[in-house]
């Protein structure tokens, strides 16, 4: 009686560990299902990836943009919209516009410039090797295909459900206040225009009356007076071109033509003094109208070691 008792005990528990394993096997063969398909997706997805990033990284190039440049832009997710707008530029049907390459390479160098090597390193490293990011939690998978029993396999699958997979993450790059003006050829109208602008603004301050039947400044010194007005225009240029800060047109010519009526103003400074300095990048000398008063007297001097001698 105890052996039949016992025989059934042994057919009941082979049977329960042939269920076990065929559980096992059947999850185990699920699971690599869904690896494989996972697998492919995930291949498929970084081939579109690099196939984009090389093309974009391409075009970029063939368009002037520096190697180095183009990787920062890329880690700071402006490269798309750049070559966009420069791509649209190319095909433009109006003959005044054109890519500046002369810009582009000063724009180049600016982004390059204005960061560390290390993070140019870093954006070059995230921009040029977009491979796969590696998945610690991809290993709990395989070891759960592989476990040999249900104890161990749904240990594996608890790790892999607690773990957060790996992302690749762009260097830590603020996005740039990109001047598209810099890029392209100025518009000779509007400099044109802006001379003229600040032409009649001046007028009166350069020594000069103008004419407004004629549309015409004379001057009493119109070779300091054009000088001044090619360096306010050159100024102008300078502003409203610089690659990564773009500035309205309007307060540009407002700060230039304050600049020039200052100095208009100040004591000691001739029409062709101002014309032979470029003082819009460096400061006047001041003008000592009493330099003996710059000097103090025996007494003063006594008072001021006091203090400062107790």
Known sequence: MVSIVLGSALDTIADTM???REYLKAKQGMLQDYMLKAGFEERANLKKARAERANLLAEADNLGIDEEAAAVLYSTGQLSSTVGYLKKIEQSEDPDKKINKTGLKRFSEAIVGSLPEEKVGAAMKYAFDLGAAEDPSSDKLVEAIHATS?????EAISSFMNTSPTTRVAPNISPFDINKRGLVD???TDIAATRKNMERQLAAQLGGQYNATTDKTTYQNPAAADRIIDRAETRYIEQ???PLRSRSPNIVIDEIVN???S???TEGLQLRDIADVDYFNTMPTPIVTNPENTVPNSADQDIIEEEYNP
């Open 263 to 265: 100095l208009v103003g």
């Open 150 to 154: 249900l104890s161990d396999y749904d």
């Open 18 to 20: 042939k269920e076990n």
């Open 240 to 242: 409203v071109t610089d």
């Open 186 to 188: 100025l518009d000779l």
């Open 259 to 261: 600049k020039v009526v």
